[in-house]
T-cell receptor
Framework: QKEVEQDPGPLSVPEGAIVSLNCTYS??????FMWYRQYSRKGPELLMYTYSSGNKEDGRFTAQVDKSSKYISLFIRDSQPSDSATYLC???????????FGRGTSLIVHP | KAGVTQTPRYLIKTRGQQVTLSCSPISGHRSVSWYQQTPGQGLQFLFEYFSETQRNKGNFPGRFSGRQFSNSRSEMNVSTLELGDSALYLC??????????????FGQGTRLTVV
């Protein structure tokens, strides 16, 4: 079992929909949680990070962490075709520890 | 500010050969990490270098090695290539800060195909 699990999708939604992307993790020592977006043939780019449990909002994106259930979520409001990409979640113990990534969820937003 | 630069972007090699990939981190960043990305396994950590020293290492065989130079540029080498080494190899750089593990910036990767 991987430390961070993600449904690979693809998840297909119409433009304007609210998108919910989710991950589960097994390592209780994770303190930092990240979401990366990766377009085809590009490297991942950091979208959001959160520390411990709680919500963080940035424009149309909201990251949510529930450490009690080991559940990480990313919500995208008013989704656009340009949001079509693979979304990777990751957890880290912080300090000198390297983040552990999920395999990514492919999102397709169709006009 | 220039981003992380990886060269070359694409490579085709034959089984048994060796290959060297290069990564230039963001100016001022001293940590460079390497990852292998495949459809089946996702993003897997290879190793991290900080100030020319390997600081963390993933679970890859000894055929995979790396180094970092005094200007923070890094190279990774794969010897005796196998078909299964075909992947996107990504380099990420981070600044030396308490939150550095949450702010890794990736390059566009090198697509290696082994035939």
């Amino acid at each position: 079992q991987k430390e961070v699990e993600q449904d690979p999708g693809p998840l297909s939604v119409p433009e304007g929909a609210i998108v919910s992307l989710n991950c589960t993790y097994s390592n209780s020592a994770f303190q930092y949680f990240m979401w990366y977006r990766q377009y085809s043939r590009k490297g991942p780019e950091l979208l959001m990070y959160t520390y411990s449990s709680g919500n963080k909002e940035d424009g149309r994106f909201t990251a949510q962490v529930d450490k009690s259930s080991k559940y990480i979520s990313l919500f995208i409001r008013d989704s656009q075709p340009s949001d079509s990409a693979t979304y990777l979640c990751a957890g880290s113990r912080g300090g000198s520890y390297i983040p552990t990534f999920g395999r990514g969820t492919s999102l397709i937003v169709h006009p | 500010k220039a981003g992380v630069t990886q060269t070359p972007r694409y490579l085709i090699k034959t089984r048994g050969q060796q290959v060297t990939l290069s990564c230039s981190p963001i100016s001022g960043h001293r940590s460079v990490s390497w990852y292998q990305q495949t459809p089946g396994q996702g993003l897997q950590f290879l190793f991290e270098y900080f100030s020319e020293t390997q600081r963390n290492k993933g679970n890859f065989p000894g055929r995979f090695s790396g180094r970092q130079f005094s200007n923070s540029r890094s190279e990774m080498n794969v010897s005796t290539l196998e078909l299964g080494d075909s992947a996107l190899y990504l380099c990420a750089s981070s600044a030396d800060s308490p939150r550095r593990n949450t702010e890794a910036f990736f390059g566009q990767g090198t697509r290696l195909t082994v035939v």
